[in-house]
């Protein structure tokens, strides 16, 4: 299984990204859909996540700017990102929770990691 990301990239405060993350691979069923950011000196944090039911969470810093969704038909989460502040630069990673067979035994993967740059 391999998850691949796109669309990182240098944007000015107030603009707005769309990170991609299709996995590809022996796929039975995902669970968990999510981003999760570390920036320069700095712990990786969770900015949002989708369960297989339809929760989804965010971070109180991204709330009201930041949509995650999901295409199951394409094993696929989105991140869109609006109202982008510098304090929002990091390296974006991808996360899922991804069962291989009918066992259902979940693991855990991630993406190579997308950099987003907010800087005028």
């Known amino acids: 299984v391999q998850l691949v990301e796109s669309g990182g990239g240098l944007v000015q405060p107030g603009e707005s990204l769309r990170l991609s993350c299709a996995a590809s691979?022996?796929?039975?069923?995902?669970?968990?859909m999510g981003w999760y950011r570390q920036a320069p000196g700095k712990e990786r944090e969770l900015v949002a996540r989708?369960?297989?039911?339809?929760?989804?969470d965010y971070a109180d810093s991204v709330k009201g700017r930041f949509t995650i969704s999901r295409d199951n038909a394409k094993n696929t989460t989105y991140l869109q990102m609006n109202s982008l502040k510098p304090e929002d630069t990091a390296v974006y990673f991808c996360h899922m929770q991804i069962a291989r067979s009918i066992d259902k035994i979940y693991y855990n993967y991630w993406g190579q990691g997308s950099q987003v740059t907010v800087s005028s």
């Open positions: 691979g022996s796929i039975f069923s995902i669970d968990y």
């Open positions: 989708t369960t297989g039911s339809g929760r989804i």
